[in-house]
């Protein structure tokens, strides 16, 4: 709800979109240099393979080319995944050395004066490879007989390092179990701008623009493998088409093209290909997971145990530690006396696994939802019911989790109420069973799913931020997120402007720039509002309050007696005794003007810390017709109920339900990174991997509750993910519930045709 006089609470059109509109804000590759050439890679053909030679003669004297590099002539040093997590000898050599891992390794860089100039180049480039067995299944690649990707380490271990509880008989007491193993499948990225980089390399420094979600993280990277001080680096996010969280990752074609700027002394551009991205730019998912789910007759769980594999690519970053979120996030919304669990994470021969929209906690949602669904089936309980009895209750509030989650507020209950309401339940079954006794070709599914996820996870629940009154009366802010889509530009304008009155038109915000933003954590974990968002609130407090001493000095008046007026400060009950922020402004810059001790300017920056995550909810419904004589199936409709605490602006909320519900829904339907056995990748391009448009969905049907958070003074949650973590089990489950008459337990990830076909001729009727 608006708080009364506020512009919080309400609607706001957002400030970003005239210039997205009209084409005029300017993304990295918008950009040009004089005398920029450009790098093009010869990416591994090969999934395993050693490196017996490399024949770049007829590369190197081409038209246009500059120089051509292997790792011998481009000496680099290795990546690592996560220093002090990921063994070092993973870490990944820019160029490779000695061997290649995955099909899109990189062997040689090839730079030219034009794109096209370097592509022919590359294409020139012979490589000798002397080809080893693959693997790309993360169980497959803990087999004793799997092949050791890398021999230096001594087995394909990655991490087995996972905290997790450890209870014993945590299926004692149940009346039944349900049991199930699934698949959270491979996914790529593909953000509508496909990756890149721009290098401006001047007198012992360097500026770099590039399509990132984080570039003072990018930023302390970048620095040390360039072997430059981080003062002579300059890292610049321009406007930015989509990250999804791949775009978070440091890329060594990020490290390769600004080397290349350095030693040419000249501009240099890497512009990824599509082809290019569906191989290079970082996956997600990729979890197996298995376990079992004890219960009573009357639904109460008694334990649950899981048990996860994740699959973390040739070279192991961050997606070898995500299922640590997975099994924190296991206990869900549910009381669960006692829960066991384990991970491990496995080197494989395919993309890196990084963090994808929800990162390691959809996953713990997909399998807990998932094996729910089961276990009521098993007691003949309804999914819905199962749900309502094992609800962690709102005065349970706040929670250490059996798991480790600190669970800040939350009335789980209340949004599934809202959804069954919203959706018509009751009729929803009805018309299900009428289609069921008529045996119609077409059966209708229903599936529910409730959700808590954590956002500003990890490491992540502290940001910088800055607000500044200038001389002309406008405002600057300064954060260390970096909005890619988010509307920040927006969101945070309005806290200004309800703290200080200046319209939103004359507030700025400077972001994504290491060199005008001190530090920042960058844009993931749905964590902006209530870490960014907290900062320039509470910056504005600030700034007001000293704006409050400076007038009641100027005018002589008692500082509680200072009050806001149309365009500045004034006397409570007195309007003609008042001051613009212009004249604040200008009198804080004047020495003469300030009281004694007060400071000069009208600004105030900090690093505000909520101290720990938040953890959003919801409950989704969806519903889906399935043709049981063909396995086509239509998503019909998708209710969703997310409560991300006290709302800023519900058409900002409500834009990310819709794009989070899609990704989720395109998870369940369509989306996955498909290998061959050689490791090959056979879904590498648009015309293999099934991108959903919107004429494959409906118009999703979204509402919200709201359930304040105590740990930052907006109240305030992620919402950034919780469509994505709430949708996949609703659209999954539902899938499943539409043939669950003729037998079906389970089907897997993407519930395709084709899996709907043959799940319907292999079961027996229940």
Same mark, same amino acid.
């Given at each position: 709800?608006?708080?009364?006089?506020?512009?919080?609470?309400?609607?706001?059109?957002?400030?970003?979109?005239?210039?997205?509109?009209?084409?005029?804000?300017?993304?990295?590759?918008?950009?040009?240099?004089?005398?920029?050439?450009?790098?093009?890679?010869?990416?591994?053909?090969?999934?395993?393979?050693?490196?017996?030679?490399?024949?770049?003669?007829?590369?190197?004297?081409?038209?246009?080319?500059?120089?051509?590099?292997?790792?011998?002539?481009?000496?680099?040093?290795?990546?690592?995944?996560?220093?002090?997590?990921?063994?070092?000898?993973?870490?990944?050599?820019?160029?490779? &050395? *000695?061997?290649?891992?995955?099909?899109?390794?990189? =062997?040689? /860089?090839?730079?030219?004066? !034009?794109?096209?100039? +370097? #592509?022919?180049?590359?294409?020139?480039?012979?490589?000798?490879?002397?080809?080893?067995?693959?693997?790309?299944?993360?169980?497959?690649?803990?087999?004793?007989?799997?092949?050791?990707?890398?021999?230096?380490?001594?087995?394909?271990?990655?991490?087995?390092?996972?905290?997790?509880?450890?209870?014993?008989?945590?299926?004692?007491?149940?009346?039944?179990?349900?049991?199930?193993?699934?698949?959270?499948?491979?996914?790529?990225?593909?953000?509508?701008?496909?990756?890149?980089?721009?290098?401006?390399?001047?007198?012992?420094?360097?500026?770099?623009?590039?399509?990132?979600?984080?570039?003072?993280?990018?930023?302390?990277?970048?620095?040390?493998?360039?072997?430059?001080?981080?003062?002579?680096?300059?890292?610049?996010?321009?406007? &930015? *088409?989509?990250?999804?969280?791949?775009?978070?990752? =440091?890329? /060594?074609?990020?490290?390769? !093209?600004?080397?290349? +700027? #350095?030693?040419?002394?000249?501009?240099?551009?890497?512009?990824?290909?599509?082809?290019?991205?569906?191989?290079?730019?970082?996956?997600?998912?990729?979890?197996?997971?298995?376990?079992?789910?004890?219960?009573?007759?009357?639904?109460?769980?008694?334990?649950?145990?899981?048990?996860?594999?994740?699959?973390?690519?040739?070279?192991?970053?961050?997606?070898?530690?995500?299922?640590?979120?997975?099994?924190?996030?296991?206990?869900?919304?549910?009381?669960?006396?006692?829960?066991?669990?384990?991970?491990?994470?496995?080197?494989?021969?395919?993309?890196?696994?990084?963090?994808?929209?929800?990162?390691?906690?959809?996953?713990?949602?997909?399998?807990?939802?998932?094996?729910?669904?089961?276990?009521?089936?098993?007691?003949?309980?309804?999914?819905?019911?199962?749900?309502?009895?094992?609800?962690?209750?709102?005065?349970?509030?706040?929670? !250490?989790?059996?798991?480790?989650?600190?669970?800040?507020?939350?009335?789980?209950?209340?949004?599934?109420?809202?959804?069954?309401?919203?959706?018509?339940?009751?009729?929803?079954?009805?018309?299900?069973?009428?289609?069921?006794?008529?045996?119609?070709?077409?059966?209708?599914?229903?599936?529910?799913?409730?959700?808590?996820?954590?956002?500003?996870?990890?490491?992540?629940?502290?940001?910088?931020?800055?607000?500044?009154?200038?001389?002309?009366?406008?405002?600057?802010?300064?954060?260390?997120?970096?909005?890619?889509?988010?509307?920040?530009?927006?969101?945070?304008?309005?806290?200004?402007?309800?703290?200080?009155?200046?319209?939103?038109?004359?507030?700025?915000?400077?972001?994504?720039?290491?060199?005008?933003?001190?530090?920042?954590?960058?844009?993931?974990?749905?964590?902006?509002?209530?870490?960014?968002?907290?900062?320039?609130?509470?910056?504005?407090?600030?700034?007001?309050?000293?704006?409050?001493?400076?007038?009641?000095?100027?005018?002589?008046?008692?500082?509680?007696?200072?009050?806001?007026?149309?365009?500045?400060?004034?006397?409570?009950?007195?309007?003609?005794?008042?001051?613009?922020?212009?004249?604040?402004?200008?009198?804080?810059?004047?020495?003469?003007?300030?009281?004694?001790?007060?400071?000069?300017?009208?600004?105030?920056?900090?690093?505000?810390?909520?101290?720990?995550?938040?953890?959003?909810?919801?409950?989704?419904?969806?519903?889906?017709?399935?043709?049981?004589?063909?396995?086509?199936?239509?998503?019909?409709?998708?209710?969703?109920?997310?409560?991300?605490?006290?709302?800023?602006?519900?058409?900002?909320?409500?834009?990310?339900?819709?794009?989070?519900?899609?990704?989720?829904?395109?998870?369940?339907?369509?989306?996955?990174?498909?290998?061959?056995?050689?490791?090959?990748?056979?879904?590498?391009?648009?015309?293999?991997?099934?991108?959903?448009?919107?004429?494959?969905?409906?118009?999703?049907?979204?509402?919200?509750?709201?359930?304040?958070?105590?740990?930052?003074?907006?109240?305030?949650?992620?919402?950034?993910?919780?469509?994505?973590?709430?949708?996949?089990?609703?659209?999954?489950?539902?899938?499943?519930?539409?043939?669950?008459?003729?037998?079906?337990?389970?089907?897997?990830?993407?519930?395709?045709?084709?899996?709907?076909?043959?799940?319907?001729?292999?079961?027996?009727?229940?």
């Amino acid at each position: 709800m608006a708080a009364s006089g506020s512009i919080l609470g309400n609607s706001v059109r957002r400030k970003e979109d005239p210039t997205l509109l009209t084409g005029e804000g300017k993304y990295f590759d918008d950009m040009e240099a004089e005398g920029m050439a450009h790098v093009h890679f010869v990416r591994s053909t090969a999934a395993h393979a050693r490196i017996e030679g490399i024949d770049i003669s007829e590369a190197t004297g081409m038209p246009g080319v500059i120089a051509v590099h292997t790792a011998e002539s481009m000496p680099l040093p290795p990546m690592p995944g996560m220093p002090g997590v990921i063994p070092d000898e993973m870490s990944r050599p820019p160029l490779a &050395v *000695g061997k290649v891992r995955f099909v899109g390794d990189i =062997v040689a /860089v090839v730079i030219a004066e !034009t794109k096209e100039q +370097a #592509v022919d180049a590359a294409e020139a480039v012979i490589v000798d490879y002397d080809f080893l067995p693959a693997v790309t299944d993360g169980a497959a690649a803990l087999a004793d007989d799997a092949p050791v990707i890398f021999e230096e380490h001594g087995s394909n271990i990655a991490f087995n390092m996972f905290q997790a509880p450890q209870d014993e008989g945590a299926l004692d007491g149940a009346d039944a179990v349900a049991e199930l193993e699934m698949l959270s499948q491979r996914l790529a990225g593909v953000p509508m701008e496909n990756n890149g980089l721009l290098a401006l390399p001047g007198d012992g420094e360097i500026t770099v623009y590039v399509s990132h979600q984080a570039p003072h993280a990018l930023h302390g990277a970048l620095a040390p493998m360039l072997g430059m001080e981080p003062e002579n680096v300059r890292v610049i996010a321009p406007w &930015v *088409g989509g990250g999804f969280g791949p775009k978070a990752a =440091v890329y /060594v074609e990020y490290i390769i !093209t600004s080397a290349a +700027a #350095v030693a040419l002394g000249r501009p240099v551009k890497w512009t990824e290909s599509r082809s290019e991205d569906m191989l290079s730019l970082v996956h997600g998912r990729d979890l197996r997971m298995t376990g079992k789910l004890g219960v009573t007759n009357d639904g109460k769980i008694t334990g649950l145990e899981i048990h996860v594999v994740a699959a973390g690519g040739a070279y192991p970053a961050i997606g070898a530690f995500l299922p640590q979120l997975t099994l924190m996030m296991s206990q869900a919304v549910y009381d669960i006396p006692k829960i066991k669990g384990t991970a491990i994470s496995a080197v494989t021969n395919n993309t890196p696994v990084a963090a994808y929209r929800g990162a390691g906690r959809p996953e713990a949602t997909q399998f807990v939802e998932r094996i729910l669904d089961i276990a009521a089936a098993e007691i003949g309980m309804d999914p819905a019911e199962i749900r309502r009895v094992n609800y962690l209750q709102p005065e349970a509030f706040p929670l !250490t989790t059996k798991t480790g989650a600190n669970y800040d507020s939350g009335e789980y209950e209340k949004t599934l109420d809202a959804a069954l309401e919203h959706s018509g339940y009751a009729e929803l079954r009805g018309e299900q069973e009428a289609r069921r006794t008529a045996g119609a070709a077409k059966q209708l599914g229903i599936g529910v799913s409730s959700y808590v996820e954590v956002t500003a996870p990890i490491g992540l629940h502290a940001e910088f931020g800055a607000v500044e009154v200038l001389e002309d009366g406008s405002a600057t802010m300064r954060v260390g997120t970096s909005a890619h889509g988010q509307a920040h530009d927006t969101a945070f304008s309005m806290l200004v402007h309800d703290m200080l009155g200046i319209p939103m038109d004359k507030i700025k915000l400077i972001q994504s720039d290491t060199g005008e933003v001190p530090q920042g954590a960058g844009t993931m974990g749905s964590r902006s509002l209530q870490t960014a968002g907290s900062a320039v609130h509470v910056a504005s407090e600030n700034v007001l309050e000293k704006a409050k001493q400076l007038a009641a000095h100027l005018l002589e008046a008692n500082v509680d007696d200072i009050e806001k007026g149309d365009d500045g400060l004034q006397v409570a009950g007195v309007p003609a005794k008042s001051l613009s922020w212009s004249e604040l402004a200008t009198a804080a810059n004047d020495d003469a003007k300030r009281p004694d001790g007060m400071e000069a300017g009208l600004q105030h920056e900090l690093v505000f810390d909520e101290g720990d995550s938040t953890f959003p909810f919801g409950s989704h419904v969806a519903v889906v017709e399935v043709d049981v004589e063909t396995g086509g199936i239509q998503l019909l409709r998708h209710i969703a109920v997310d409560d991300c605490g006290r709302i800023l602006n519900p058409m900002l909320v409500t834009g990310q339900q819709h794009g989070g519900i899609a990704q989720g829904a395109a998870q369940a339907l369509f989306e996955e990174m498909q290998y061959d056995d050689e490791g090959n990748p056979v879904s590498a391009s648009l015309m293999d991997y099934l991108m959903p448009s919107a004429a494959e969905f409906p118009s999703f049907e979204t509402y919200n509750t709201e359930t304040d958070s105590p740990r930052n003074p907006l109240g305030a949650k992620g919402i950034g993910e919780s469509g994505t973590i709430g949708s996949t089990p609703a659209v999954h489950n539902a899938v499943v519930d539409a043939l669950s008459h003729l037998g079906v337990k389970h089907i897997e990830m993407p519930a395709t045709p084709m899996r709907i076909w043959e799940a319907v001729g292999a079961a027996q009727p229940a």
